[in-house]
């Protein structure tokens, strides 16, 4: 089951997508990033009450373009495996939120659930079969079945995926 769900878990669904936050530290120029999180969309700081979108840079543009001794209200940020990287040095304590992909909760139990035992729950046991006939039985056959099992629910997650998150609104 856990092969299963990390096979489709940097995959955008509508119940795998969060807000996760984090803080920054003044004087410090990367931040942890929020718990779980598996690929952000973007990243924003809030100033007053508002939310105000970073500029997504590489860690090298930062690293060539920036004053790294310069410390204010970041406006540009990277993704490393240190966390988010900021410039400029952050110079009070701000909030950031990053909208994205998060993992599920793991599961740590026989009888624990999860979005991916609940309500993807048809998908990972397509899969889980399809790696169990597949990978332990040698059984091709009832591989091949389990996959288009696999597929059939896959299709039918994405187009939910698209119905749920479509706000039928022109940018």
Request: glycine fraction near 6%; charge should be negative; aromatic fraction near 8%.
């Amino acid at each position: 089951i856990t092969r299963a769900i990390d096979h489709y878990a940097a995959e955008r669904f509508w119940f795998n997508i969060e807000r996760g936050t984090t803080v920054t530290v003044p004087g410090v120029d990367t931040a942890a990033l929020p718990p779980r999180l598996r690929r952000e969309d973007a990243a924003y700081i809030t100033l007053g009450s508002c939310l105000t979108p970073l500029c997504k840079r590489t860690f090298s543009e930062i690293d060539e373009d920036g004053d790294l001794i310069s410390q204010g209200q970041p406006s540009d940020y990277a993704i490393t495996s240190a966390g988010i990287r900021l410039y400029p040095t952050p110079n009070a304590v701000f909030t950031l939120t990053l909208p994205g992909v998060y993992d599920a909760v793991a599961l740590s139990a026989d009888s624990s659930s999860n979005a991916w035992t609940t309500e993807a729950v048809e998908l990972i046991a397509a899969a889980a079969k399809k790696l169990l006939l597949r990978d332990i039985k040698g059984d091709a056959a009832g591989a091949a079945i389990a996959t288009g099992a696999e597929a059939d629910e896959l299709y039918r997650l994405r187009a939910e995926t698209v119905q749920r998150l479509n706000t039928s609104k022109m940018r």
